[in-house]
């Protein structure tokens, strides 16, 4: 007994499930010690009643629970479903809970049986593989618009070059003629970041000292921001030597500093952060891709609104 008692407690924890019983007549009920685990409660206090376990759950589980009640009170079967639990600390979990009466129990006809099993790594690492699905959707099509575009560029490109070769630097078309070009180079290198988005270009890392890239970028994006926005740099000299694609980072800075740019628009601060940081194991598992050591941080933050919960849902 003691054996099986040991393996059942090893297999409850491998596998993130508690398992849980109820006396509806009662109203007794116990828990063990990996239900209170993934509850984060304290296995030294009593198991929490129904009315206890309504409090733990959010506020729209709480209702799809309701709903399971109803039904399987209509028709006595089994049933399972996902909550989110909310443990004391305020830390939020993804849980399957299943419930059904204890065939075994024929003294206790009311006694409820079940298990929650804690779900949420796996409910991040689906999530984070529909984001990535997404990303490289947008990927093709932008390399798709890339490729288009190119095919309409050249010949305005190519022609406007051909009509300055013919024309006098005194001619009335000639300025007309080079702005038409430069338009055109602009929006050549528009569909190179495109086609970059796209993964179809080939990038070009070195390695660069970051410190230097962000000084230089930053000489810059003061034009482009404006007197009312300070920016601040705060660069590790340690985190310098970096194997990256140049153009990439200084995009990367000048999109960031563009989308702050948007959320202050009564002024503040823009700050560019360079640090050494140590990825952990645990910091890898929910982050596909990466892998544990030392990496080189890049930060940039404002003192903007920021955004709201449905622009942070698109943002990749």
Request: charged share 25%.
């Amino acid at each position: 007994l003691v054996e099986s008692e040991t393996l059942l407690k090893a297999a409850q924890r491998l596998g993130h499930i508690g398992s849980y019983a109820f006396n509806a007549e009662t109203g007794i009920c116990t828990w063990s010690e990996e239900a209170y685990r993934i509850a984060g409660r304290d296995p030294g206090l009593p198991a929490p009643g129904t009315d206890a376990w309504f409090e733990m759950l959010t506020a729209e589980s709480r209702t799809v629970l309701r709903e399971a009640i109803a039904r399987y009170e209509a028709d006595r079967q089994p049933f399972e479903i996902e909550l989110e639990l909310v443990r004391p600390d305020g830390e939020h979990r993804r849980i399957v809970q299943q419930a059904g009466f204890d065939p075994e129990a024929s003294d206790q006809p009311n006694r409820v049986i079940g298990v929650i099993q804690d779900v949420t790594e796996r409910y991040r690492m689906a999530a984070q593989l529909q984001q990535a699905q997404r990303v490289e959707a947008i990927g093709r099509l932008a390399a798709g618009v890339a490729h288009d575009f190119n095919n309409l560029l050249t010949p305005i490109i190519g022609f406007s070059t051909a009509c300055l070769d013919r024309l006098p630097a005194g001619h009335p078309l000639y300025e007309d003629l080079v702005e038409i070009q430069k338009a055109g180079e602009s929006a050549a290198s528009l569909a190179r970041q495109l086609l970059a988005v796209g993964r179809r270009q080939l990038l070009q890392p070195e390695v660069v000292d970051l410190g230097k890239v962000v000084q230089q970028t930053t000489t810059l994006l003061r034009r482009v921001l404006g007197e009312h926005i300070g920016i601040e740099c705060r660069l590790q000299p340690s985190a310098a030597a970096v194997k990256v694609d140049r153009g990439q980072i200084e995009q990367v800075l000048t999109n960031l500093s563009a989308n702050a740019r948007d959320a202050m628009p009564e002024g503040g601060t823009l700050t560019i952060e360079t640090a050494e940081v140590i990825l952990d194991r645990a910091y890898a598992r929910t982050h596909p891709g990466v892998r544990p050591g030392p990496h080189v941080m890049l930060a940039v933050r404002d003192t903007g609104h920021g955004m709201t919960g449905e622009v942070l849902s698109r943002a990749f």
